[in-house]
């Protein structure tokens, strides 16, 4: 036991005490020794007073020391062996599993978001190609119609351009024959008003076309 020093000094008080009221200390008795705890008089004031040993470093207690020493550090290890390190022990390994758990959700949901990654990919990939096809198809169905419409475009303008140009040919004709005609009877008449009499249109004919060339 620990000793406090106001314990030791209430201790010294009851000694001085009791030693003023009995005046002096017994003798011991004949051949025996002083104890280590017995009272002694101060050789300067004559007050008797208890010369004690702090327990711990007293000799006489190191084998209780020791014992109790040695039954409190095995009662404490028989506790955190039996209670305190599995119940750490359970908590750790419950984290870890955790842990462990936590980490396979997360590989696992990484997985699934690259495969829904990849699938999003392929079917842009696939919208995309497939866009193009269609525009392509849209533009190759809308030139074939257009080279068409050209062609039958291109075909009526000939057609028309040819019956215009049959129609101007026969116009024509029939004008460069009405203009014969009419430079015949002219001929005729300034013939018949300069020489007079009749005029041989046999030879204005002639003549006129002679002239056309």
Known sequence: MFVSSAHAAST???TVAQGETHGATE????GTTPDAHATETHTETGVAHESAVFPPFDSTHYASQILWLALTFAAFYLFLSRVILPRIGGTIETRSNRIAADLDDAAR?????DESLAAYEQELADAKKKA???AQTAQDEAKAKADAEQAKISAELEKKLSEAEASIAAIKDKAMKEVGTIAEETAT???KKIVGGTVDKASISAAVKAVRG
């Not at 003798?27 to 004949?30: E, L, R, V």
């Not at 949901?109 to 978001?113: D, H, I, N, P, R």
């Open 109 to 113: 949901m990484k997985q699934e978001s």
């Open 27 to 30: 003798p011991a008795a004949p």
């Open 132 to 134: 193009g096809g269609i």
């Open 12 to 14: 010294t008080d009851t």
């Open 189 to 191: 008449e300034i013939v």
